[in-house]
């Protein structure tokens, strides 16, 4: 369970740890840590200390979805645009449903 954490990164951590094969891993540092998610022993994504979450979802598809890599990351500013991976920032009940549908695409293509 997520120690104070948004109900929005509390939804999206259960629906996570929720979904067939996928575990959760807590890594912890020196802000207090993070939690990683793995699908048969690869990690796929990880929470950000803010309500991101960063999603191994392969420059291809992120390049097909004409998906954009955040201007004001805090996390990775210097991110390639060539990237596998993308931070998805929610902020809104409807940001984790759009979250859902690109975990399961990242998980299909594991």
């Known amino acids: 369970m997520l120690v104070e954490q948004s109900k929005l990164k509390q939804a999206l951590y259960n629906w996570l740890i929720s979904q067939t094969g996928v575990n959760s891993v807590f890594y912890p540092n020196d802000k ?12 796929f994504a990880h929470f950000h200390q803010a309500d991101e979450l960063d999603l191994k979802l392969g420059k291809k598809t992120i390049a097909r979805l004409g998906l954009q890599h955040p201007n004001n990351s805090l996390v990775h500013p210097k991110r390639s645009a060539g990237s596998a991976w993308i931070e998805l920032p929610f902020h809104q009940a409807a940001d984790l449903e759009t979250i859902k549908g690109l975990v399961k695409l990242a998980i299909s293509q594991l």
């Not at 207090?32 to 990690?43: I, V």
């Open 32 to 43: 207090g840590g993070f939690y990683g998610f793995s699908y048969k022993d690869r990690e």
